[in-house]
C-alpha cells in the first residue's frame, strides 16, 4: 500500500519551453502533497505545499510563477516547470500522505523525474 | 530553524562489517524522525520513524534508534545490497507533515 507515481520519470525539453509532471496516489488519497527538489548528491529541498483545492504554499525563494501547482483532485498534483532555463535540471520529487493519518506518519515519495533542459 | 546534520557523508564496508551511521538534530519540539534509504535515480524509500528518545526500531539487518540529540542507524552484517544513500528527516510539531532532510549517508557494502 501507499504507493505515490510520478510521471515523467525522465524528461528532456529545449530551454523555454515549458513541463508538466504529475504526481498520482495510486491506493489512497492525498489532501496534501509535496514538491521537492534534489541536486546531485545533495539532500532534498521542499518547494512547495500542495494542497487539494486550494493555493499551493511556497517555500521561501521558489518562484511560484516558474513552478505552477495544481492539486485538483485527491489523488493528483501537477507541477508545471514554466519557461524551462538550464539551471531548472535537477531531480523533482513528490510525496504524499495518506488523508486522515496521523500526522506524524510517514510521507511516501514518487520516484522521481529527472528534468534536463537543453 | 530545523537542523539535521548526518555523518558519514560516505562510508564503504566490507561484506558482512558491522557499523552505524549517525543523524544528529536540532529541532523545537520533535514529532518525529525519518529514516529513508534512496537508491540512485529513485525516490526516497521509507525504513522507519521514531517518536521518542530510547525508543528502537528494526528491520531486517537495520536497527534505527534515537536519544534527544541524535539517531543512528545501525547496520548488522550488511550485504551488497544494502548499498544505497541512507537519509535522516526530523518534522517538528508545528510544521504539519513538513519534513527537514540531512544531506545522507552513501553506504557501500562491496562483495
Known amino acids: 500500500g501507499a504507493v505515490v507515481s510520478q510521471h515523467p520519470s525522465r524528461v528532456i525539453c529545449k530551454s523555454g519551453t515549458s513541463v508538466k509532471i504529475e504526481c498520482r496516489s495510486l491506493d489512497f488519497q492525498a489532501t496534501t502533497m509535496f514538491w521537492y527538489r534534489q541536486f546531485p548528491k545533495q539532500s532534498l529541498m521542499l518547494m512547495a505545499t500542495?494542497?487539494?483545492?486550494?493555493?499551493?504554499?511556497?517555500e521561501q525563494g521558489v518562484e511560484k510563477d516558474k513552478f505552477l501547482i495544481n492539486h485538483a483532485s485527491l489523488t493528483l498534483s501537477t507541477l508545471t516547470v514554466t519557461s524551462a532555463h538550464p539551471e531548472d535540471s535537477s531531480f523533482y520529487i513528490c510525496?504524499?500522505?495518506?488523508?486522515?493519518?496521523?500526522?506524524?506518519?510517514?510521507?511516501?515519495f514518487g520516484n522521481g523525474t529527472r528534468l534536463t533542459v537543453t | 530553524e530545523d537542523q539535521v546534520t548526518q555523518s558519514p557523508e560516505a562510508l564503504r564496508l566490507q561484506e558482512g562489517e558491522s557499523s552505524s551511521l549517525n543523524c544528529s538534530y536540532t529541532v523545537s519540539g520533535l514529532r518525529g524522525l525519518f529514516w529513508y534509504r534512496q537508491d540512485p535515480g529513485k525516490g526516497p524509500e521509507f525504513l522507519f520513524t521514531l517518536y521518542s528518545a530510547g525508543e528502537e526500531k528494526e528491520k531486517e539487518r537495520l536497527k534505527a534508534t534515537l536519544t534527544k540529540k541524535e539517531s543512528f542507524l545501525h547496520i548488522t552484517a550488511p550485504k551488497p545490497e544494502d548499498s544505497a544513500t541512507y537519509l535522516c528527516?526530523?518534522?517538528?510539531?508545528?510544521?504539519?507533515?513538513?519534513?527537514?532532510f540531512g544531506e545522507g549517508t552513501q553506504l557501500t557494502v562491496n562483495p
Open positions: 528527516a526530523v518534522q517538528r510539531e508545528t510544521s504539519g507533515s513538513r519534513l527537514t
Open positions: 500542495s494542497n487539494e483545492g486550494s493555493k499551493a504554499t511556497y
Open positions: 510525496s504524499a500522505r495518506a488523508t486522515g493519518r496521523r500526522g506524524s506518519s510517514p510521507l511516501h
